[in-house]
């Protein structure tokens, strides 16, 4: 795959001019044109970038009959991002230090992109000379490499064989074989382009399907960061809202002050770097790119990159984020919307059965309790009377029992909790592993006219009466009333052997001292073997 894409008209006449040197040159035997050309075709062959850099100085070396050829790679404010070279063994390069970063004579033409032919590297203004345990090098020949009129970085010659000097032939050489490399680079690059386009649009496709294919949310998100870390070599991925981390790669870390430090910077945080440890810096990262995600307003949510290393995100990497930010986003709305409505399904089944109990199940259970009371109207057996009282009795306390259960199946769960729902929490939470579940019973518009303020006092006597019966009593029967009129009262009664005289009642004491708090009043009425009723009083005004 080659073109002429990046290639203008005087890339054109510097090919053309070095041709017609090459045939006056060689007169009858095109030899040297022939290599040459050859050579460009050696070079544009290939589409990967780092193989298609390290052909371009083997064959640059070749040509010219240069011992020595290296490629730098350009990157921010004129530095070596990246240095390909030939004719240095690795014992050699052991030995030398880092690899050069583009001063001296080898950022000349980086500030100067022209092609510079040096008989005598020492003598050139630029030079710097070299680092230890370098090898020497006299003859110089460089070239800078352009591709879409950017330039990309340049190629070097030393130490032409032979001991001889390079000679304009070869620069015109140089400026082909940079004109070639220039060709393949950008060929190299577009294939690069198009395949990382290809990886993050696979990565969309796949994770944006989940949802519809009914995986959990949390799944997919903790696959999308595992994918974009596996693409982008990050450390850690992670997806954040506010102070929670909705996603990440590794282990759990603690994110509350990522959106703090976001925020100090603006709002705006692309790639940064950090001094100061973080706890989601970790295993050595300390640079962060972080892309935001779309929220409600006001809410900080963000697709955030560590890395070791500074990271030039291209225009494809920085698309393939934020298609990640938008599926994130479209996920987890995705996966609210299907939380809600499974919320509201379950309501409506609820307030479903809550309409049968009340439509249904209260009206025979009252009808039955009429015909009971019409029965008992007409016996004389005072024995039979009992029972039946007994049993209208358990009838009226079955419908007071059913109309709570009633108002706890219409309520939804997410609105402030009443005083009902907390009191039944409650009662529920206590009687988890007990024999028996105690009966509760409300009286009066108690979720309406009894202050917040007494709440804690109602949640203590509870857990102190309830707990007294449920562990010490061997009731078969405990009862909870709430009682709403011109005072709150609270009552628990059991039908166990009741409080022993010698018990210690510090429990017992701390919920007269709430009454007292209160300028309401606290009563125990204990029988031995005959239950325990303690009622807590207090005014509503």
Not at 331 to 340: D, F, G, K, T, V
Request: include cysteine; charge should be negative; aromatic fraction near 4%.
């Amino acid at each position: 795959m080659s073109d002429t894409r990046g290639i203008d008209s005087r890339d054109f006449i510097e090919v053309s001019a070095a041709v017609d040197a090459l045939a006056a040159k060689d007169g009858n035997d095109p030899t040297a044109l022939r290599d040459v050309l050859e050579a460009v075709l050696l070079v544009g062959q290939g589409l990967e970038l780092d193989d298609a850099l390290q052909r371009i100085v083997e064959v640059a070396a070749g040509v010219l009959d240069a011992q020595y050829c290296a490629l730098g790679v350009r990157g921010p404010e004129l530095s070596l991002q990246a240095f390909v070279h030939t004719g240095i063994s690795d014992e050699q390069l052991a030995t030398m230090g880092p690899l050069p970063v583009g001063r001296g004579v080898l950022g000349e033409l980086l500030h100067n992109p022209k092609v510079l032919r040096i008989p005598r590297l020492s003598d050139h203004p630029a030079s710097i000379g070299f680092p230890p345990n370098h090898p020497p090098m006299d003859t110089f020949l460089g070239a800078p490499i352009i591709v879409r009129g950017e330039l990309f970085g340049s190629i070097y010659l030393t130490e032409k064989l032979g001991g001889a000097e390079f000679t304009e032939l070869d620069e015109k050489i140089v400026g082909v074989l940079a004109v070639a490399a220039g060709i393949a680079v950008d060929n190299a690059r577009s294939y690069e382009s198009a395949q990382t386009r290809m990886r993050w649009m696979q990565l969309l496709a796949d994770r944006g399907s989940e949802p519809l294919r009914g995986i959990v949310v949390s799944e997919t998100l903790d696959g999308m960061c595992a994918d974009v870390a596996a693409l982008t070599e990050a450390v850690d991925v992670y997806i954040v809202t506010g102070a929670r981390l909705d996603a990440h790669t590794g282990a759990d870390v603690d994110v509350s002050d990522l959106a703090t430090v976001v925020e100090a910077s603006g709002g705006v945080l692309s790639v940064r770097h950090f001094d100061m440890e973080r706890p989601w810096l970790r295993d050595g990262a300390s640079w962060a790119t972080v892309q935001p995600v779309q929220s409600e307003p006001g809410q900080f949510r963000a697709l955030v990159l560590t890395h070791r290393e500074r990271r030039f995100w291209t225009a494809e990497e920085w698309a393939g984020m934020a298609g990640v930010a938008r599926v994130a986003s479209l996920s987890i709305a995705y996966s609210e919307q299907q939380n809600l409505t499974r919320d509201m399904a379950l309501l409506e089944e609820r307030h479903r059965i809550a309409r049968d109990l009340h439509d249904l199940v209260i009206q025979r259970l009252f009808a039955i309790g009429m015909s009971m009371q019409a029965m008992r109207a007409g016996t004389r057996d005072a024995a039979l009377d009992g029972r039946m009282d007994q049993i209208i009795s358990d009838i009226d306390a079955t419908i007071a029992q059913i109309r709570t259960s009633i108002f706890d199946l219409r309520s939804d769960g997410t609105a402030t909790r009443t005083l009902r729902r907390r009191v039944l929490d409650v009662v529920s939470e206590l009687a988890a592993h007990a024999a028996i579940s105690p009966a509760v019973t409300f009286v009066g518009p108690v979720d309406t006219i009894v202050p917040d303020a007494l709440s804690p006092h109602i949640e203590a006597v509870l857990r102190e009466g309830l707990s007294n019966a449920l562990r010490h009593s061997g009731a078969d029967h405990i009862g909870v009333r709430i009682v709403a009129a011109e005072e709150l009262l609270v009552e628990v009664v059991d039908n166990g052997r009741g409080i022993p005289a010698d018990v210690t009642q510090s429990g017992l004491r701390n919920l007269a001292r709430r009454a007292d708090d209160c300028d309401g009043v606290f009563t125990v009425t204990s029988t031995p073997g005959d239950g325990t009723t303690i009622s807590w009083v207090a005014p509503l005004t």
